[in-house]
């Protein structure tokens, strides 16, 4: 069975620090993608990564596919409080039809 | 709006009753996929559809659990003589093609309370 283990549960911080959140598995994903999710709403696709190695960036955040492509992290510069949400990590195995998700990572940012 | 249409957003059922959710997808795409979210918890991969076809049921429990998604109108999960361990959000995403490589556009969720 695939799963995916997201690293903090939560994190509290003030405006302007910086964080890393880390997605890892001991299975190889063909993919990754990283949501975020709001209090009553669904989550959000904010990027996809597809190559061993790759970096994407999105503004003030950044996201990263592990070499083997069995881990992920994201990154964000300077938190604001609109950054306040929960993180989902989600990966799509090899020749399987779902993907699966972490059980996130939930971030609070204090003004 | 061409966005993942849930409905109803908020459903109470009581203990036996039936409840029914609905799912329009993004014009354009013909895959479906239903999850169910517990509190402070991830999603759960329940079941994968497209047009009058399961291709993967394998998150859905055998009994009282259904999902369709007819050629003509929205999918459908069903769930018969609801328990309140059914209580739950129940989120929808659809893709154009098979979503695994692109991800998924998410609804706003049906949240289920059985009482």
């Known amino acids: 069975t695939q799963l995916l283990e997201q690293s903090p549960q939560f994190l509290s911080i003030q405006e302007g620090e910086n964080l890393t959140v880390y997605c890892n598995s001991s299975?190889?994903?063909?993919?990754l993608q990283w949501y975020r999710q709001e209090p009553g709403e669904g989550p959000v696709l904010l990027v996809t990564v597809v190559t061993g190695g790759e970096v994407k960036k999105l503004k003030r955040l950044t996201f990263q596919f592990g070499d083997a492509r069995k881990d992920s992290s994201l990154h964000i510069t300077a938190a604001q409080p609109g950054d306040t949400g929960l993180y989902l990590c989600a990966g799509a195995g090899t020749g399987g039809f779902k993907t699966i998700f972490g059980a996130g990572t939930r971030l609070f940012v204090k003004a | 709006n061409a966005g993942v249409m849930q409905n109803p957003r908020h459903l109470v059922r009581r203990r036996g009753q039936e409840a029914r959710l609905r799912c329009s997808p993004m014009?354009?795409?013909?895959?479906v996929y239903w999850y169910r979210q517990l509190p402070e918890e991830g999603l759960k991969f329940m079941v994968y559809?497209?047009?009058?076809?399961?291709?993967?049921e394998s998150g859905m429990p055998k009994e009282r659990f259904s999902a369709e998604f007819p050629k003509e109108g929205p999918s459908i999960l069903r769930i018969q003589q609801v328990v309140r361990g059914d209580s739950a959000a129940y989120f929808c995403?659809?893709?154009?093609?098979?979503?695994?490589?692109?991800?998924?556009?998410f609804g706003s969720g049906t949240r289920l309370t059985v009482v």
């Open positions: 014009k354009g795409h013909s895959h």
């Open positions: 559809l497209q047009k009058e076809n399961i291709i993967d």
């Open positions: 299975s190889v994903f063909s993919s």
């Open positions: 995403a659809s893709s154009p093609r098979d979503g695994n490589n692109y991800g998924y556009t």
